[in-house]
């Protein structure tokens, strides 16, 4: 199997794209969002965007992505219009009054097949990503993805992945590093050594809506009783949906669609894996802090809703809840 080769430069995403088409392209992809909230210190690109003008009352996540495209190069940034972020669009105006080469890419809130068909097209133009390549690619990626479903699995079948491993491997999929078969190979280590281990214990728990800026949180719910048994949007990251056709991948792809897309997701892994409480992550300032009403009208479990805003530790306040959440959940089950 022959690895495609990069040497184009990085191109930045502000959300999970058709990576396939980055790589057959012969540029390295970088998730902006894992450059951001993995910093040593990423409160300095916040700092950076609200020197340059952005206002404290935005969300911290498309501040950090700003600073952290203004500190990296980059050979061009797909700004994700529809389906993510409502203040792309203006980060994307920013960028190009920068001097930045800007990408637009959307995903059709109507998941209109013929439409998303057309911005994928559009967007392998634009890369310049040849059918021979692409086909390589995918035959590449379809080997990793299946390895990061096994990783899932693991996670709740034989419990052998704690809930913060698994957020790590799946959000990360979204670029894979930049090198889809030394991902690959470290996936495959991983099952070989995880499968040594003997089963977690903790009461089943899924993590629903973005993934968190705070750090710690995994490790605090396991620390209380707790075991993370399903990461929704870093599990959609990883693509789960095997498909043939690219646009059918991304079609069954939920996050860019709206809420009743998630929810058919949502419902049927908390029936497969057992689930007995959701943690429902929200980010300040984020409309999607809004779709909190409809799941708590349909989601057949109990739901604690959080919140963060800035890259730090969980707070002592956050902490309290979490662990009278588990504790209520307990009691249930006695």
């Known amino acids: 199997m022959t690895a495609i080769q990069s040497g184009k430069g990085t191109i930045g ?26 910093d040593p210190d990423p409160q300095r690109f916040i700092d950076r965007a609200e020197y340059d ?3 404290k009352g935005m969300c911290s996540w498309i501040k950090g992505i700003y600073g952290v495209i203004m500190e990296h190069e980059m050979a061009g940034v797909i700004t994700v219009m529809e389906g993510d972020c409502s203040n792309t669009q203006a980060l994307a105006e920013i960028l190009r009054y920068r001097g930045m080469r800007t990408i637009p890419f959307s995903f059709p809130y109507d998941r209109d097949g013929k439409v998303l068909s057309r911005e994928i097209e ?11 390549s692409i086909i390589e690619v995918e035959r590449q990626i379809d080997i990793t993805r299946s390895k990061l479903s096994e990783i899932d699995t693991m996670t709740w079948s034989e419990r052998n992945v704690t809930g913060g491993e698994n957020h790590l491997w799946l959000v990360r999929s979204s670029d894979m590093l930049g090198n889809i078969m030394e991902y690959s190979e470290a996936a495959g280590n991983f099952i070989a050594d995880a499968r040594k281990r003997e089963r977690m214990q903790g009461i089943a728990l899924g993590y629903i809506g973005v993934p968190p800026i705070m750090t710690g949180l995994y490790e605090f ?8 048994v399903y990461n929704e949007t870093q599990r959609q990251f990883s693509i789960p949906c095997a498909a043939p056709d690219m646009v059918e991948r991304y079609l069954l792809y939920t996050y860019p669609y709206g809420i009743f897309t998630r929810l058919d997701d949502i419902n049927r892994e908390i029936e497969r894996r057992g689930i007995k409480g959701i943690i429902h992550y929200v980010q300040a300032f984020c409309f999607r802090a ?11 479990v109990p739901i604690l809703t959080i919140e963060g805003d800035l890259p730090k530790a969980l ?3 956050t902490k309290m809840r979490i662990e009278a959440f588990i504790e209520m959940l307990e009691g249930r089950q006695d």
């Open 13 to 38: 995403f502000t959300t999970t794209v058709p990576v396939e088409l980055i790589f057959a392209a012969g540029y390295e992809p970088c998730d902006l969002n894992n450059i951001f909230v993995n």
């Open 290 to 300: 809004i779709e909190d009403v409809i799941l708590r009208d349909t989601i057949p």
């Open 53 to 55: 003008g952005f206002p």
């Open 221 to 228: 719910i396991e620390s209380v009783g707790g075991h993370v």
């Open 315 to 317: 707070d002592a306040r």
């Open 122 to 132: 559009k967007l392998k133009k634009e890369l310049g990503a040849d059918r021979a």
